[in-house]
């Protein structure tokens, strides 16, 4: 899954996921503040913040074991401190 841009407070669905594999939730933004991020499958998962400079991309991980992330749907959102943060996000399973 990939959110190639998005201004402000936001999140993004999937239907659907493997638990054989890792997974990887990655989150850049920029602007000045900072983004909270949870990811969940009925109860949260995963939760992390991501320090947004002004004048330069801010990077944050998390990788999850297999297993972690159950198949089926999760959500994910994202909690900016300011309406001007811009972010995106993707959502990887690497096969290694």
């Known amino acids: 899954m990939w959110v190639a841009e998005h201004t402000g407070d936001g999140g993004v669905a999937s239907g659907g996921a493997w638990d054989r594999l890792p997974t990887v939730l990655t989150v850049a933004c920029e602007g000045g503040g900072d983004v909270r991020v949870t990811m969940s499958q009925e109860s949260q998962i995963a939760a992390f ?8 991309a801010g990077v944050g991980s998390v990788t999850m074991d297999p297993g972690v992330v159950r198949p089926g749907s999760f959500v994910i959102g994202v909690d900016a401190s300011a309406d001007n943060i811009r972010w995106a996000l993707t959502v990887t399973q690497p096969e290694s």
């Open 49 to 56: 913040s991501v320090d947004c400079p002004a004048d330069e």
